[in-house]
């Protein structure tokens, strides 16, 4: 391998390509996200794991006060090596549990009457929203930075 090719490699330049499929939304009653990896290689590379992550980033606050907290509500995880071929291309399925929470003010919003008014209330004065992001990762030998994708998903609490 020459010396141009070892930079590639530890910078994960042509090793391999990832595409996350999942679908655009979920009901969170449902519990599970099932999806698939496409990967790609771009040069012959052997695979030591996948992960993907299912986060939401949780934003209260404006301005000087605004904080932000990411959790992971879900993930899905597979230690089996394999190696790939320079242009093959494999497709690897995952399905995993998710457990969406609801914080205080949507389980008051979600009230009737008077009291589902005040939680909304709330949610607004404190300008509270929820993000969910799907990340995948696969850990390529050698590679320091390894190939990812992300895609948002909407979840219908």
Partial sequence: MSFFSK??????IGTISVKINVPGQLNA???ILKGSLLLTAKSDQKVKKMEVK?????????????K???Y??????DNS????KTGETKTVEFEFPVQVYKSSTDQLAEKSGMLGGLGKMAKFADNARSEFKVNAEVDVEGAKLDP???????IIK
């Fill in 148 to 154: 990812s994708d992300s895609c948002n998903i909407n």
């Fill in 29 to 31: 009653s449902d519990g």
């Fill in 54 to 66: 299912l986060e939401e980033e949780q934003t209260t606050g404006r301005g000087d006060n605004k």
């Fill in 68 to 70: 932000v907290n990411t």
């Fill in 72 to 77: 992971t509500i879900g993930s899905w995880n």
């Fill in 81 to 84: 090596m394999f190696e790939m």
């Fill in 7 to 12: 930079v590639k490699q530890a910078l994960g």
